[in-house]
């Protein structure tokens, strides 16, 4: 149990101090276009990635989850239609949803 | 950016209502993340001391996840602060515009997380950034803690996160925290579906968080070749 409870602190101070750490750098690495530039495709780049990791994969295998898909294409057709942020989230939760309880676990 | 320029650009500034509505949304998903972590062998309090203090949605999965899966707490470890190293590229990023001092900056830190990077970054002007950042950490911290708190105490009785369709409150929320942009911004649209492809080919191959670090390659490609095409924020 000390085990996971080491874990859980070093995971917690990690992640504390990489935030830490990115409010601190010094602002004048920004001054470079390129880094600049860099830095403002890193969120697009990671949570596209993050977004279909976690629609498609498990651990390091990839799952096929009809329910979570049909959620996931819920959400896109809800983009496309310009629907604002929360409205995204519940068609794509109650579309998940709904998939699951008609047995397309 | 210009200060006229944002007075006379006809943007809705929703910085408040789009946190508050981004934090009770994802925050609710902390249900999904404590019932998770108990039934992965955390006791209740090493669960909500991630929710406290790593305050990480994806690396808090990722370690709970480890240990669901009996392996190594190193690599669990390893993985998860890795996982957690893409909030040093966001700190990089807000960190002009929120300029916290003193007191502030210890606590601002502990909120450089995808959601308040996303909804900082989707307002057209600095004060509407730090508002959109402020007030999203602080609902989706206190939210987050709540449910995963409710989460940890009725796993078991609160049957599965999938009926209630709670997972894919993330990857939702995450495609429709980025659309915006990508709508705007060919640059964008390349690098998200680069990232996409580096993170999938990728996942059977290296350990589970390490594909989504290594999209990163593709914001690097893209800042390379295309580095002057930056899109006025919040141009949606």
Known sequence: ?105 | MPVETVASTPVRARPLRDGVGLGLAVGVSGIAFGAAAVSSGLSTWQTCALSLFAFTGASQFALAGVIAGGGSLLAGTAGAILLGSRNTLYGLRLAGTLQPRGWRKPVAALGVIDETTAISLAQPDPASMRQGFWATFCCLYLTWNVSTLIGAIGAGRVGSPEAFGLDVVGPAAFLALIWPRLRTGKTERWVALAGVAIALGSATMLPAGVPVILAAVAALAGAMTAPGAAQPEGSA
């Open chain 1, 1 to 105: 149990m000390t085990g996971v409870w080491s874990a859980v602190l070093a995971t917690s101070a990690g992640c504390y101090l990489l935030k830490f750490a990115g409010l601190t750098v010094p602002q004048r690495v920004l001054a470079n276009a390129r880094v600049r530039r860099f830095a403002e495709l890193v969120p697009v780049a990671l949570l596209a990635a993050l977004s279909a990791v976690q629609t498609a994969t498990s651990g390091q295998s990839f799952v096929f989850e009809p329910a979570r898909l049909a959620g996931m294409a819920a959400a896109i057709v809800a983009l496309l239609l310009r629907a604002p942020f929360l409205v995204v989230i519940v068609v794509a939760a109650a579309v998940a949803a709904a998939a699951h309880a008609a047995g397309l676990a």
